[in-house]
């Protein structure tokens, strides 16, 4: 399939995006349209996940923004195509967005975006979790489509300064998940676990993100 004709079998643009990016919704159709076009030859996205890219990964991704904090340093780790991590930095301009991602051509995608869309709150990290303590402490981590809790919480955990947050999109297993990382979660003191869902009455399917505070453990 050419760009052309991915760009053609995109779904249709969901009411909802103009209300959850505002006056940044002419951005968010770039980016989604950028990833149709670019995202199969990348390796980043089926094509089958054409006639649900909106609903299911960006608006999945853009529902989570009013969760990181203002100005916040917030780490996407394995990045991938970008999502959350360049729908983050879209809807929230205000918040430093810093894209971990090992592999050299999905780092290239997200740079050579970034520059496509004029984002200046962006940076984008060439690294593996456990190796990217070069981008400094985070106030905020997340993640998604990347591993079960049990591995990603000691990968990501030690990158978040004690106080920050871990969020995490998940999906309907992810109370399995947490009880699995029961041992995980102790070792790296998080506190105040909880499951939120999110888009209700806006997406078909709910967006479930774990949420936990580093070092929060009383």
């Not at 249709?12 to 770039?30: K, Q, S």
């Not at 699995?180 to 999110?198: H, M, N, T, W, Y």
């Amino acid at each position: 399939m050419t760009g052309d004709e991915a760009v053609a079998a995109l779904e249709p643009e969901p009411v909802a995006a103009a209300a959850l990016f505002g006056d940044r919704i002419d951005l968010a159709r770039r980016f989604t349209r950028d990833l149709a076009y670019y995202g199969e030859t990348l390796g980043l996205i089926g094509p089958l996940e054409l006639p649900r890219l909106w609903s299911r990964h960006v608006l999945n991704s853009a529902v989570m923004a009013p969760l990181l904090h203002e100005g916040a340093r917030v780490g996407d780790i394995g990045s991938g195509a970008g999502l959350p991590g360049l729908v983050l930095a879209i809807a929230r301009p205000d918040a430093h967005l810093v894209l971990i991602e090992p592999m050299e051509r999905r780092c290239d995608w997200l740079t050579a975006e970034a520059e496509r869309l004029g984002l200046t709150n962006v940076t984008v990290l060439r690294a593996r979790a456990e190796e990217a303590f070069s981008a400094g402490l985070l106030d905020q981590a997340t993640a998604r489509a990347v591993s079960a809790l049990r591995t990603l919480i000691p990968i990501t955990a030690p990158l978040v300064r004690s106080g920050g947050e871990l969020l995490f999109l998940k999906g309907e297993r992810v109370h399995d998940e947490i009880a699995k990382a029961a041992k995980q979660i102790a070792k790296a003191r998080l506190g105040d676990v909880e499951v939120l869902e999110l888009g209700g009455g806006l997406l078909p399917e709910v967006t479930r993100v774990f949420r936990a505070t580093v070092d929060g453990a009383s």
